[in-house]
């Protein structure tokens, strides 16, 4: 009896079943209403001196979720502007285990296909750049670590995104970045520069993934040129992980730039937030 071998087989069960299930062993599967928006802001414009208008709006579930896995959500990108394999969203084998939980990417569909960032010929790139990350505190509360992206540490700033945890799985999270942010980035992700983003929430043993579009709220393919948004939420993750956390990381997603008009999405958006899009995306869904 080769154990080597028989550990093998076990293994590639284990990965044929994992493919069909929603994380494996103990982690149970996690639910788009895990994590809902309940406010979206919008800067007046792109300048530094912007002011911000906040609307509450229906609660508004995660696009899609992935998860719970087991372990951690490592590795975490080095270089970190979204090429195939450069952490964990972008594909690369989960640290301790090796499996490959985001095969080819997280969140990738027709609409966010992967591109090829990167300039080497092959549209592989996800495009999943690790904004940071907070690790909790015994009193629900963290500081929020940003990444460097492409090496650059001026990019994502520490007031970028902070939540608060309850201590029972359930908590409040804002995604805040600064008027300026775009135009920081424009040199690195070019006109097109953000159309999804994702928290990843993990407690002690396990972790899933939310993620959000542009489209939900209006603005499929954001441009440099739209000011930028804010997104303010709750957390209830006690059913998929139960009621310890231990940190969430935030990522966003960079697009291929695109060869379009800008959208009118901006006018749309504020008035879809004021009516509450769920009421209002299904009227219009009936015509
Ligand atoms: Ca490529
Ligand atoms: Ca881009």
């Known amino acids: 009896m080769n154990l080597k071998k028989t550990m093998l087989a076990a293994s590639t069960a284990a990965m044929i079943l994992g493919a069909a299930l929603p994380g494996t062993a103990s982690a149970a599967a996690c639910s788009v209403s895990d994590v809902q928006v309940t406010s979206v802001g919008q800067f007046s414009s792109t300048s530094a001196d912007a002011t911000m ?12 979720c992935a998860g719970g ?11 970190n502007l979204g090429y195939a394999g450069d952490g964990l969203l972008n594909g690369a084998l989960q640290t301790r285990t090796g499996e490959d939980l985001f095969p080819g990417g997280a969140f990738i569909t ?44 001026s990019i994502v700033l520490a007031s970028f995104f902070t939540v608060t945890s309850n ?16 135009s920081r980035t424009e040199a690195l992700f070019g006109k097109n520069y953000f159309d999804q983003f994702a928290l990843v929430f993990k407690q002690a043993r396990e972790f899933a993934a939310y993620d959000f579009t542009a489209a939900q709220f209006g603005v499929a ?16 993750i006690s059913k998929t992980l139960g009621r310890g956390l231990s940190h969430v990381s935030l990522w966003a997603r960079d697009p291929a730039s695109l060869n379009t008009v800008p959208e009118p999405g901006v006018l749309g958006l504020l008035g879809l937030a004021a009516l509450g899009l769920a009421g209002v995306r299904r009227r219009f869904a009936s015509r």
């Open 221 to 236: 393919h954001p441009s440099v040129d739209v000011p930028i948004f804010h997104f303010g939420g709750t957390f209830d």
């Open 69 to 79: 896995y087991d372990g951690n959500d490592m590795p975490k990108p080095s270089i």
């Open 167 to 182: 201590g029972d799985g359930t908590g409040t999270w804002a995604f805040t970045p600064d008027a300026a942010v775009a």
């Open 53 to 64: 208008t906040t609307y509450n709006i229906a609660p508004m579930d995660a696009a899609a």
């Open 110 to 153: 027709d609409e966010y296909p992967t591109s090829d960032l990167r300039g080497d010929g092959t549209a592989d790139d996800p495009g999943w750049v690790m904004l940071g990350r907070i690790d909790l505190n015994r009193d629900g509360t963290g500081t929020f670590v940003p990444e460097a992206v492409g090496g650059d540490t």
